[in-house]
């Protein structure tokens, strides 16, 4: 008798790719406190021949007009394909919650909520780190680059290094809150890599890696005050701030507010800001509702890191 399956939902929170000191390698996944969703979900279901995907959500107006150029479709042909799956027929729902070239990882929620949906359908057929490397890839065919530092806090939860060849969890600081606040404007993430340079020089390249290694070494000690002297991005920020509108501005007013640290969140224009007390967050929350954002579009969250990564739930969306 043919094996019956049944549907599942993955739910893949967003990201912030850098973390200002980590360009491509360190990431960290984003869970509000207020309990919202800040992440797609992708649910899988026996459907009719072939493959199908009906989106929904607050942001499905801005995915491609064309089903056939979603990220989520492309997933399913190239894990079935991978596999070797006989497949009947395939429903596939994606439920849209982050705003598209928005720096919140959005490209590589729906890459991580459908890889992540169509494993667990299928009965985990691909190990973690194979589909991790496989998400990597498929982030890469949109976005103008494989790098992973979406996808692997996404998927993994919490912060995450990527080796060579796997995503290593790194410690972060429990009292630390992440705000985040999205302006309400797209700015593409291969157009935001364009503008950086091709060769970086060498004293750049030497302060890039000691704030990296310094940055490891202090969090894993738990030495705040050392983390946070590091916490600064020489690669790209100076390249992509400019071309953020009200960055820069937003920066300074939230340092002199009494943020830790603050950055571009992925490739922008999301920045965020570490707070070490909730009411320094809602301080730094209260002004870039006031002054950062552009448009109804834009959000401001108060956030923790999103510890555990993927949920995965019976049912559809
Ligand atoms: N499900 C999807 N979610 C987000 N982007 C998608 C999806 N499917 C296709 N795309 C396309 O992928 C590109 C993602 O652009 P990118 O700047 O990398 O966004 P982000 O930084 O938000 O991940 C856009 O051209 C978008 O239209
Ligand atoms: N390391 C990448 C991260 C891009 O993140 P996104 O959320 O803007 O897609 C980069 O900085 O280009």
């Known amino acids: 008798m043919a094996k019956q399956y049944e549907a599942v939902t993955v739910y893949a929170p967003a990201s912030m790719g850098n973390v200002s000191v980590g360009f491509d390698l360190l990431g ?120 992973y530092d979406n996808v692997a806090p996404s998927y993994l939860g919490g912060m995450q290094l990527m080796l060579a060849q796997r995503a ?62 590091v916490l600064k991005d020489v690669v790209a920020e100076p390249y992509r701030a400019p071309h953020i509108p009200g960055y820069l501005a937003a920066r300074q007013h939230l340092q002199a507010l009494g943020c830790a640290a603050v950055g571009i969140s992925g490739s922008g224009p999301t920045l965020f800001a570490v707070a070490r007390t909730r009411d320094e967050a809602d301080a730094a929350a209260a002004y870039l509702q006031d002054h950062y954002l552009l448009n109804e579009r834009g959000l401001v969250r108060v956030c923790r890191l999103a510890q555990n990564g993927i949920e995965v739930s019976k049912g559809e969306v």
């Open 168 to 229: 290593q969890p790194l410690p972060s600081f429990d009292n630390w809150y992440w705000v985040v606040a999205y302006p309400g404007i797209t700015l593409s993430t291969a157009k935001m890599r364009a503008l950086m340079p091709q060769q970086v020089d060498l004293s750049i390249a030497l302060t890039f890696g000691q704030q990296l290694a310094t940055f490891i070494d202090a969090s894993h000690r738990q030495d705040e005050a050392g983390a946070l002297a």
């Open 28 to 147: 960290a996944a984003l869970a509000p406190v207020d309990g919202s969703l800040l992440g797609d979900r992708v649910s899988v279901a026996p459907g009719e021949q072939g493959l199908s995907l009906h989106c929904c959500g607050p942001y499905v107006d801005v995915l491609p007009a064309k089903l056939e150029d979603n990220i989520v479709l492309r997933c399913a042909e190239v894990f079935i394909e991978k596999l070797g799956l006989e497949v009947p027929g395939l429903k596939l729902v994606l439920e849209k919650n982050l705003p598209i070239g928005s720096g919140l990882g959005s490209s590589a929620s729906s890459v991580v909520a459908a890889l992540g949906a169509l494993n667990a359908y299928f009965g985990e057929p691909m190990s973690q780190d194979d589909l991790l490397l496989l998400m990597g890839e498929l982030e890469g065919m949109i976005s103008g680059s494989v790098h």
